[in-house]
């Protein structure tokens, strides 16, 4: 498969706009998601999740979106601030399954 | 502090010579997991426990990679006859029951292997 290496894809968002994180997941199967946050040194952080009955949630400041249909999600920032500049990688899983799938990961960088 | 904690968060080891790494859970989480993570990637799943017993283990997982967990609570990753290809952050995360509902990870041990 691809592999981005050290290449991740880039989003570079001016402090105090709205930002939005894309993720294609690969298993039709999947009934759980969960979005995390990654600062460097750092594990991940869990920021939002949500259930395959459910198309959007929302939390503070973020809000996830599920298309199902064409196995999408993403995740909303809202006022993006400096401290969310990290990797944000999406996570999957299946019924009966105790793994993570992870996503390909996306930077976000806050220019202030 | 009640957090999944991870020792050490640096290893550099000499390719050949065998690690061990340590991880302490969430005290009431009776799940453990252990995943590997490579510079701009997403953690990718090795083994996971249920209070003592591994319940599951990936194809990632050599044998040269052992996982231990001996009293349900804390756990050991070691690795033998390292290789440069070990190199790698080792994260480990817990979650308190069948669901993954609360699954939360530490902040690793990053190995360098030369």
């Known amino acids: 498969g691809e592999s981005v290496g050290l290449h991740l894809p880039t989003l570079s968002v001016q402090e105090g706009d709205n930002s939005i994180i894309n993720c294609a997941y690969s298993?039709?199967?999947?009934?759980?998601f969960i979005w995390y946050k990654q600062e460097s040194g750092k594990g991940p952080q869990f920021i939002i999740d949500?259930?395959?009955?459910?198309d959007k949630r929302q939390g503070q400041r973020v809000t996830v979106l599920l298309n199902k249909t064409v196995k999408h999600l993403s995740l909303q920032i809202a006022a993006t601030q400096p401290g969310d500049s990290a990797v944000y990688f999406c996570?999957?899983?299946?019924?009966?399954?105790?793994?993570?799938?992870f996503g390909k990961g996306n930077q976000v960088v806050v220019i202030p | 502090d009640t957090g999944v904690s991870q020792d050490p968060r640096h290893k550099i080891t000499k390719r050949g010579q065998n690690v061990t790494f340590r991880c302490d859970p969430i005290?009431?989480?009776?799940?453990l997991y252990w995943y590997r993570q490579t510079l701009g990637q997403g953690p990718e799943f090795l083994t996971y426990f249920q209070n003592e017993a591994q319940l599951e283990k990936s194809r990632l997982l050599s044998d040269r990679f052992s996982a231990e967990r001996p009293k349900g609570s804390f756990s050991t990753l070691e690795i033998q006859r390292t290789e440069q290809g070990d190199s790698a952050m080792y994260l480990c995360?817990?979650?308190?029951?069948?669901?993954?509902?609360?699954?939360?990870f530490g902040s690793g041990t990053r190995l360098t292997v030369v």
């Open positions: 298993n039709s199967a999947s009934d759980y």
């Open positions: 005290s009431e989480h009776n799940r």
């Open positions: 995360a817990s979650s308190p029951g069948q669901l993954v509902y609360g699954y939360t």
């Open positions: 996570a999957e899983i299946a019924p009966g399954n105790n793994r993570l799938a």
């Open positions: 949500i259930r395959s009955n459910m």
